[in-house]
């Protein structure tokens, strides 16, 4: 979501727009103001302690972000004609600030963008502690009511806000995530290789993304096992890109550190590489030092990681929940599968990686397909969606 916003803020600002984006300040040497570029400004607001805090904590300080919001504006002289709100806390925020700043002559227009949604991830949940409280789902319910527009990343979480949120259809544009294609396109496979420290003979399976349990790393690892039994002589690695390792793994996260015993219980630790979290210009070389990028996500609204992947070129599995999915046409089903279903995965992973005619044409289509999702266009799109919401 943070590259989200950030990449769209830029695309904005570079269109003539005035952008301002307000967050929470997470650390006292946060300057109050970043400069990030021309029309473009960061301001980080004090809310709560200045430090990390547990996602599900941060509700409590909303009150207190509205307020410092509207201070600063009020001390700086700042009026805006729309307020996009990003996830559900910003949407709770949002909604007290249109109050505070709407008047009987104009109603500022708050356009949503939810990200993922709590009934869905509900739905996949593994257990209580993997389960979105109330207060979340209440706050969804109200902004897809009080949104004057709501972008939805793909066709799939466009029926679901239609159909299990009762969101008014008119108020909702698809219009899905765009990629910088700047820095996610091809470089030689050599050359990446090279840079991620890669043997240039191993057959590279990546995931990369968050580490939580709805992303479905476990089956991917099943999957891998599966492989490595059924191929033997395949010299096979499972790239782990994402989460924090530069600890003992003692201090891991706790799903990390479900992970790593798991690739202990299949006996593939040496088949699995725990990578850890890479910036997005070091990105592009994971991908592409990968043969089979693999998205195993029980649901994924869309699938950024997946739009990155294609960009360079690089064939991408993933399952047939993911906003992406929409994208794969008939002719390359070998790419769609179904959540929890190692033994399909495998059979994917295996084709792909022994048919290297195949996965050349499948990559050159798809990269040409997803080119088209430059954040320039994205931005274009949603400029619209502002425009029709102060009409």
């Known amino acids: 979501m943070n590259v989200y916003v950030l990449e769209l803020a830029k695309q904005l600002a570079a269109l003539g727009h005035v952008v301002d984006i307000f967050t929470r300040c997470q650390d006292t040497e946060?300057?109050?103001?970043?400069?990030?570029?021309?029309r473009l400004r960061l301001m980080h607001i004090v809310a709560g302690p200045q430090a990390n805090v547990p996602k599900k904590s941060l509700i409590q300080y909303i009150p207190e972000f509205v307020e410092n919001v509207a201070l600063f504006?009020?001390?700086?002289?700042?009026?805006?004609?729309?307020?996009?709100?990003?996830?559900?806390?910003?949407?709770?925020?949002?909604?007290?600030?249109?109050?505070?700043?709407?008047?009987?002559?104009?109603?500022?227009?708050?356009?949503?963008?939810?990200?993922?949604l709590a009934l869905m991830k509900n739905l996949v949940a593994r257990g209580e502690l993997e389960t979105e409280d109330a207060v979340r789902l209440d706050a969804e319910l109200e902004l897809v009511k009080m949104s004057n527009a709501i972008i939805a990343p793909s066709e799939s979480d466009a029926s679901y806000l239609?159909?299990?949120?009762?969101?008014?259809?008119s108020k909702i544009c698809v219009i899905p995530p765009g990629v910088d294609t700047k820095v996610f396109h091809p470089i030689?496979?050599?050359?990446a290789r090279q840079f991620v420290g890669a043997d240039p003979k191993e057959k590279i399976v990546m995931f990369v993304g968050r580490i939580e349990p709805l992303k479905g790393i476990d089956m991917l690892m099943y999957a891998i096992k599966v492989v490595s039994q059924d191929e033997p002589e395949l010299p096979l690695k499972l790239y782990i890109v994402g989460g924090d390792i530069s600890q003992d793994v003692s201090l891991w996260s706790a799903e990390l550190q479900k992970l790593e015993k798991l690739r202990k219980l299949l006996r593939i630790?040496?088949?699995?590489?725990?990578?850890?979290?890479?910036?997005?210009?070091?990105?592009?070389y994971y991908y592409n030092a990968a043969d089979v990028v693999v998205m195993p996500s029980h649901y994924e609204s869309f699938g950024m990681t997946a739009l990155e992947a294609m960009t360079c070129g690089v064939p991408v599995i993933?399952?047939?929940?993911?906003?992406?999915?929409?994208?794969?046409?008939?002719?390359?089903?070998?790419?769609?599968?179904?959540?929890?279903?190692?033994?399909?995965?495998?059979?994917?992973?295996?084709?792909?990686?022994?048919?290297?005619?195949?996965?050349?044409?499948?990559?050159?289509?798809?990269?040409a397909k997803v080119n088209t999702l430059e954040w320039k266009n994205v931005a274009e799109q949603i400029v619209e969606v502002y425009e029709s919401c102060l009409k």
Request: glycine share 4%; net charge neutral.
């Open 30 to 38: 946060n300057p109050p103001i970043v400069q990030v570029a021309d």
């Open 162 to 169: 239609e159909y299990l949120y009762e969101a008014d259809p």
């Open 188 to 191: 030689s496979k050599a050359k």
């Open 73 to 116: 504006c009020k001390t700086e002289q700042l009026t805006y004609d729309v307020m996009h709100c990003h996830y559900y806390m910003s949407g709770i925020a949002g909604i007290q600030l249109q109050k505070l700043w709407s008047t009987p002559e104009k109603t500022l227009p708050i356009i949503s963008t939810f990200h993922t």
């Open 269 to 284: 630790p040496k088949v699995v590489k725990f990578v850890g979290q890479k910036p997005q210009h070091e990105l592009a």
């Open 318 to 367: 993933t399952t047939n929940v993911a906003g992406i999915s929409s994208l794969i046409d008939e002719r390359k089903r070998a790419l769609l599968t179904s959540v929890n279903n190692p033994l399909l995965l495998a059979s994917q992973i295996e084709y792909l990686l022994t048919h290297p005619k195949t996965h050349a044409e499948i990559s050159a289509e798809l990269k």
